[in-house]
Each structure stands twice: as structure tokens, then as C-alpha cells.
């Protein structure tokens, strides 16, 4: 029994949720996602709740049930507040800054690392150090704080390069010599 999938969305105020079928539109002050979800299960709305159903118990309506209710959940979070996610630049030399949309990026290479914002999201800088990466979508937010970290990964010895703002590096000892 899903008990994710079971429980109904509470739609809050100032947030609007329309369902043609097995496509989901919701709308709200930050902005509008749209997403068509699977057509084996039902969407229906109650009383100011979203409720998602499913046809039968076999595991694949179980998963299905459970990631379903979570993606309209966070469409509408998404839509009433921003999702954000923070990365921290460590090294020596290393530091980033703003121009227009986009992130200018030094990171020990030759040259820049100049990344461009995509549409939907949007960057805060608020020193030389960290990215605040937002957007309304949860999935699009990860996946582009993702692709900054993959500019130049935390290493181990040293503990240089990016990475998330609650991620712990493990150090490891460097060689020693013989003795």
C-alpha cells in the first residue's frame, strides 16, 4: 500500500490545478508547469485536493502511484514558492560572478567557465564564493546545480572545486615519504 500516493495534495490559496485527462496544469504567482502524467491511473479533484488513484495493487501501479502524487506536489510548491539549491566554490583563485543571466566562472582552467542560465531558472551570487541557483521546477533546479558541480568536481586531497552547500568531502592523506 502506497502510503505516499494515498494522501491527498491540499491545493493553498492563489494556486490553481487543471486536469484534462491524464495532463496536469498548475498555476500559480511564480509562474506555470505543465506535466502529462501516466494514463493508468486517475486524477480527480475534491474539495480543494488533489487525489490520485490507482486501478490495481501490481507493483508497477504501486511505484507509479507514489511518483505521480509527488510530481504534482511539487509542481505546486514549485508554483507558490521557488525551489533553490546552494553550491560553494573552495580553491584558491576560484570564484565566480554575475553577468546579466548568466555565471562567469574562474576555476583554475585557463580560461573562464562561462555557463548559461537556462529559461526558467535564475542565479544569485552573494560573494565570490557561492552559486544560489532558482527556479519553480524541482526537476530542472537539480539538474542544473548538477551540471555546475560537473565543471570541476570536489577533489579529495585538496578539497578544491564545487559542491553542494550541505555535501561533506572526505579527505584523504597524501602520500608520505620513505623513510
Known sequence: MSRIGNSPITIPDGVEVNIQGNHVSVKGPKGTLERTVSEKLSISIEEGKVIVKRPNDETEMKSLHGLTRTL??????????????????????????????DLNMSLGYSHPVIYK???????????????????????????????????????????????????????????????
Open 72 to 101: 504534482i506536489n511539487n509542481m505546486i510548491i514549485g508554483v507558490k514558492e521557488e525551489f533553490t539549491k546552494q553550491l560553494e566554490i573552495n580553491g584558491v583563485g576560484y570564484r565566480v560572478q554575475k553577468q546579466g543571466n
Open 117 to 179: 542560465a537556462p529559461e526558467g531558472i535564475s542565479f544569485d551570487v552573494p560573494n565570490a564564493n557561492t552559486i544560489i541557483v532558482k527556479g519553480i521546477d524541482k526537476e530542472l533546479v537539480g539538474q542544473i546545480a548538477a551540471e555546475i558541480r560537473t565543471k570541476r568536481p570536489p577533489e579529495v586531497y585538496g578539497g578544491k572545486g564545487i559542491k553542494y552547500s550541505y555535501e561533506v568531502i572526505r579527505r584523504k592523506e597524501g602520500k608520505t615519504g620513505k623513510k
